[in-house]
């Protein structure tokens, strides 16, 4: 039924138990013969470490889309298993605005992510087999390719391999990555079809030869044999939310390291199968629409037609200085204070020429009063606030918001001729690098760390200096403090070292003391999830 609801024949199914669905190559490459639908994008403000509700207000959207009599398509990424027992928990909604089944998707899904980790980790075995035959003239102190694995493992951020009486190869040190931090994952999700996906593996690069010449996946020949592995991977998933609503859910670079947005391939399956495509870019605007404007607009020539930024009480208070444990009624002050983080983040949306509303993702512990509040201050900077129950309401608390996103995309007739890029390719690496830092963050400037002016200037003679670049940064502040919490200024932003992923397309600039592959909190999630006597999975949120 929910197939059918989305124009999409039973033929163009591969069925994963009864729920769950990908859909067909060939049904994928006809698509393009259809009208495409606007595409809107829900971001967020700088949330709070539990974050703000941005994928139930996307679910919430696209529910309520569909109940005012707007055909919507959702398109979300598959959640990483590191929050899921980690800190925040899965990422399929919550409340009435979720997508299902929850457990299944949160978890293990249709194993796109278990691929994704099998083909990184097949490069990195044939690299450790070229490097123990002496074959393509590796340097082992030159190899950059690390490991990856889906589990917030800190211990694993450095490690030694090839220990032993010579038999393993040569003893050297790597380490491990988290799988969404995979360049793997990244250039599945920008990738056209499953073609470019094997032309953007060989591009990627490993390491370097003894005479300092810079190796690919393909000179190692990985390249075809890590495609075997994702040809299914590379297919969209199609699931529903509670209300029927199709969602396409598809991938998962995390958004504070790699660019945060779902495939190319089911955003526009999902324009082609709606009037409407809802789609979010994870974290704050300052990193997931950043991004997701900067780097995927610009490979896949999308451009959004509506922008929806997703506010909560209790971090617009947080950033006005009230720690998350002390939140009362009575902080007014710290309301206003924090709504500078708000603004700011609108303001940055609309430097890229998109319309811009803001979601209230309302919170039972709320008062009236602080909504209106909010509301409020919204219009004094010129931009409509709507208070949304969707948690609670399902499609009915998010109406309001959807007729008028609806209206402005609508009016919106031509996305491409006001949709603006922050820079030009043309740019020097250095200064995309800064003015991201500068526009986006409101740096005074940056500061690179020895030898990474060097680095830039090496990836830009060997050809790549017009990539974008893919910032990596705390999620929390602009800034890389995370204690450094509302609209800051006068800092500087440290760049401690940047990555070329040439397969995926773009330069990686790590930003003070941001890891890719995080650890788990003092008290993880996976405590608190088990199964029940029954079999049923509790704890998982």
């Not at 997508?99 to 690299?127: K, Q, R, S, Y």
Request: glycine share 10%; aromatic share 6%; with cysteine.
């Amino acid at each position: 039924m929910i197939a059918e609801r989305a124009g999409i024949p039973a033929t163009a199914l591969e069925p994963y138990g009864h729920h769950i669905a990908k859909l067909s190559a060939a049904f994928l490459a006809d698509l393009g013969s259809r009208p495409a639908g606007k595409l809107i994008l829900v971001t967020a403000i700088s949330p709070t470490p539990a974050g703000e509700g941005k994928t139930t207000t996307t679910i919430g959207l696209g529910d309520a889309l569909n109940s005012i009599g707007r055909r919507a398509v959702i398109a979300l990424r598959e959640p990483s298993l590191g929050p899921v027992f980690g800190r925040k928990g899965g990422a399929t909604g919550g409340g009435q605005a979720q997508v299902l089944p929850m457990e299944a998707i949160n978890l293990h899904f249709t194993g796109d992510f278990h691929a994704i980790t099998a083909a990184h980790n097949l490069c990195a075995a044939l690299i450790d087999n070229a490097l123990y035959w002496g074959s393509a003239d590796l340097d082992a102190r030159g190899v950059t390719w690390r490991r990856v694995t889906d589990t917030n493992d800190r211990a694993l951020r450095r490690i030694a391999v090839g220990l032993g009486d010579g038999a393993n190869g040569p003893a050297r040190e790597t380490g491990f990555d988290i799988t969404v931090a995979s360049e793997v994952m990244a250039a599945l999700c920008l990738a056209d079809d499953v073609h470019d996906l094997e032309a953007r593996l060989a591009r990627m690069r490993i390491g370097r030869t003894r005479g300092k010449v810079p190796v690919t996946a393909g000179d190692i020949d990985a390249a075809a044999a890590m495609t075997v592995l994702l040809k299914d991977a590379i297919r969209p998933n199609l699931v529903q939310t509670i209300a029927g609503t199709p969602a396409l859910i598809h991938g998962g670079p995390f958004a504070n390291i790699a660019h945060g947005c779902n495939s190319v391939i089911a955003t526009r399956a999902a324009l082609r199968l709606g009037d409407f495509a809802v789609t979010e870019a994870g974290f704050g605007a300052d990193l997931g629409a950043e991004k997701f404007f900067d780097i995927k607009c610009r490979s896949a020539g999308l451009a959004p037609a509506a922008v929806v930024v997703v506010a909560t009480v209790r971090a617009l208070k947080m950033h006005g200085g009230i720690a998350l444990g002390d939140l009362r009624e009575e902080h007014v002050a710290a309301l206003d204070a924090g709504f500078a983080n708000l603004a700011r983040h609108v303001e940055n949306v609309r430097r890229f020429g998109a319309p811009v509303t803001v979601a209230i993702n309302a919170f039972t512990t709320d008062t009236p009063a602080e909504h209106a509040q909010v509301i409020a201050r919204c219009r004094d900077i010129g931009v409509e606030a709507f208070l949304c129950r969707h948690w609670a309401d399902g499609a009915a608390g998010a109406a309001e918001l959807a007729r008028h996103v609806a209206a402005i995309a609508d009016a919106n007739t031509d996305p491409h001729a006001a949709f603006r890029l922050l820079y030009p390719d043309a740019l020097p690496l250095a200064d995309k690098i800064r003015t991201v830092a500068q526009a986006i963050y409101r740096a005074d400037d940056v500061v690179f760390a020895p030898g990474v002016a060097a680095e830039l200037a090496r990836f830009t003679e060997a050809g790549f200096g017009a990539l974008p670049v893919c910032m990596a940064k705390t999620p929390y502040s602009f800034s890389a403090d995370e204690k450094l919490l509302g609209a800051p200024t006068g800092f500087t932003l440290p760049i401690s070292s940047v990555r070329l992923s040439a397969g995926a397309g773009f330069v990686v600039a790590l930003c003070g003391g941001i890891n890719t592959m995080p650890g788990l909190p003092r008290v993880p999630a996976s405590q608190h999830i088990r199964l029940g006597i029954d079999g049923e999975i509790e704890g998982l949120s």
